[in-house]
T-cell receptor, first 112, second 116 residues
Framework: AQSVTQLGSHVSVSEGALVLLRCNYSSSVPPYLFWYVQYPNQGLQLLLKYTSAATLVKGINGFEAEFKKSETSFHLTKPSAHMSDAAEYFC??????????FGQGTILTVHP | DTGVSQNPRHKITKRGQNVTFRCDPI?????LYWYRQTLGQGPEFLTYFQNEAQLEKSRLLSDRFSAERPKGSFSTLEIQRTEQGDSAMYLC??????????????FGEGSRLTVL
């Protein structure tokens, strides 16, 4: 069965610093990999998705993620954090019909 | 495109009562999904529909849970004889279907259930 692991339930950075949120998936590569963001009391918003077209995926709000098959990783990065990036981030793997398996989530805190 | 709509947004009920949540997907989407999210966890898949057909159900969906999607439009998720462990956010999502699926699910804002 597909599994997704996010390393670190909380990440804290200073405004302007690099953001790195880690995600590893089980050895069977799913057709799709995603990063979603969730703000308090809201639904999930898609940040970016990997569909095998390119290993470096660019998303919204300056985020990007790199698919590394050898490391079974799909880490999310942003060069410079903004206060508005504070939220919970979820990595997920998806089947060809939309069933998603989510990681446990990482809460990002941005300090001024 | 008005997005995925869920209601009610919040529901507080007493243990043993029945509750029903409704989801209206994006109009041209023929796939609809239900997920459950408990505090501090990622969402977990419950079930999904292709048009009106329920094609997969998770083992999390006990016999107290039933989901329907009559006529392939809106969907309802009913929980009978609620238990405190049912307290969670219930998320609905929709997507394009077979042959058109782009890998993207569009999520509603969720229905939060609190069972006292």
């Amino acid at each position: 069965a597909q599994s997704v692991t996010q390393l670190g339930s909380h990440v804290s950075v200073s405004e302007g610093a690099l953001v790195l949120l880690r995600c590893n998936y089980s050895s069977s590569v799913p057709p799709y990999l995603f990063w979603y963001v969730q703000y308090p009391n809201q639904g999930l918003q898609l940040l970016l998705k990997y569909t095998s077209a390119a290993t470096l995926v660019k998303g919204i709000n300056g985020f990007e993620a790199e698919f590394k098959k050898s490391e079974t990783s799909f880490h999310l990065t942003k060069p410079s954090a903004h206060m508005s990036d504070a939220a919970e981030y979820f990595c997920s793997g998806g089947t060809s019909y939309g069933k998603l398996t989510f990681g446990q989530g990482t809460i990002l805190t941005v300090h001024p | 495109d008005t997005g995925v709509s869920q209601n009610p947004r919040h529901k507080i009920t007493k243990r043993g009562q029945n509750v029903t949540f409704r989801c209206d997907p994006i109009s041209e989407h023929n796939r609809l999904y239900w997920y459950r999210q408990t505090l501090g966890q990622g969402p977990e898949f419950l079930t999904y529909f292709q048009n009106e057909a329920q094609l997969e159900k998770s083992r999390l969906l006990s016999d107290r849970f039933s989901a329907e999607r009559p006529k392939g439009s809106f969907s309802t998720l009913e929980i009978q004889r609620t238990e405190q462990g049912d307290s969670a956010m219930y998320l609905c999502a929709s997507s394009l279907g077979r042959g058109q699926y782009t890998g993207e699910l569009f999520f509603g804002e969720g229905s939060r259930l609190t069972v006292l």
